[in-house]
């Protein structure tokens, strides 16, 4: 890789808004504000509005919804005879 052309990837912090939850990862992005993780030392945080705990899908609150009966109708029209 050629130096001084990539941006920098170091520890970050992103943080769910919604349900206060936070991990610790890497990442290009970053930010002026601090929070001191559970190792004691302090790194950049990300605020988000959706993490895994907080998406409906890996919570379990998602719903397939149906609309106008396309499954039926795609079966009607290609299923078995």
Same mark, same amino acid.
């Given at each position: 890789?050629?130096?001084d052309i990539h941006p920098k990837y170091e520890p970050?912090?992103?943080q769910d808004v919604s349900t206060n939850f936070a991990?610790?990862?890497r990442s290009?992005?970053?930010s002026k504000e601090k929070i001191r993780w559970e190792d004691g030392k302090e790194y950049p945080v990300v605020k988000v509005e959706i993490s895994s705990q907080s998406h409906p899908f890996y919570t379990g609150k998602h719903k397939i919804?149906?609309?106008? %009966?396309r499954v039926d109708k795609f079966r009607r029209?290609? %299923?078995s005879k």
């Open positions: 890789m050629k130096p970050v912090v992103f991990f610790l990862t290009t992005m970053t919804v149906d609309s106008g %009966g029209r290609y %299923g």
